[in-house]
């Protein structure tokens, strides 16, 4: 009983003071898919980021990184580069604001609703110079601002690696 006690005055010590883990962690979320494990020198690769919106607020801003992974930059011989962007709505697909591997937010469109999501679906080219036998992968950091004035961050998030096989 003591124990029990003893538990119950510090988890009320620590709500008071703010230090409980707080809800945000379930307030936006980014999930990454590829439409292929493997591809060859020349090949491509859709790779998909999904961000939902699990709160009862308007996402109103997003930023995002995507970055390749520690062991994707110590093979010189993978060559690749994103040549495509598309976002997914509602309405169909539309082309993204920009590509690239800085500040992909804009490219899930304005206002994310509550229970809503936008992928955003990057083509990842891999040159036909490219060397084999390696994997690509990337890392992803976010970070959205809601309508109530809240925000919250997450990452790094990890994609799918792709395998390059030679031909």
Not at 110 to 116: D, L, M, N, V
Not at 139 to 159: Q, R
Request: with cysteine; proline share 7%; charged share 10%.
């Amino acid at each position: 009983m003591r124990r029990l006690g003893l538990a119950t005055l510090l988890g009320f010590l620590l709500a008071v003071f703010g230090l409980t883990p707080s809800a945000s962690a379930a307030d936006a979320d980014l999930t990454f898919a590829t439409d292929s494990a493997t591809t060859t020198p020349g090949g491509t690769v859709q790779l998909s980021m999904t961000l939902t919106n699990n709160k009862t607020h308007d996402i109103l801003f997003v930023y995002q990184t995507i970055d390749p992974t520690w062991l994707t930059t110590q093979r010189p011989d993978l060559k690749y580069s994103f040549t495509g962007c598309s976002l997914t709505t509602d309405t169909g697909s539309v082309p993204c604001a920009g590509t690239g591997p800085a500040n992909l937010g804009p490219n899930y469109g304005s206002t994310i609703p509550p229970g809503q999501s936008r992928t955003v679906t990057l083509t990842l080219q891999v040159a036909a110079d490219s060397g084999c036998n390696g994997n690509i992968g990337f890392y992803s950091y976010y970070y959205a601002e809601f309508s109530d004035t809240t925000n919250n961050s997450g990452g790094p998030v990890y994609t799918p690696e792709t395998r390059v096989l030679c031909a």
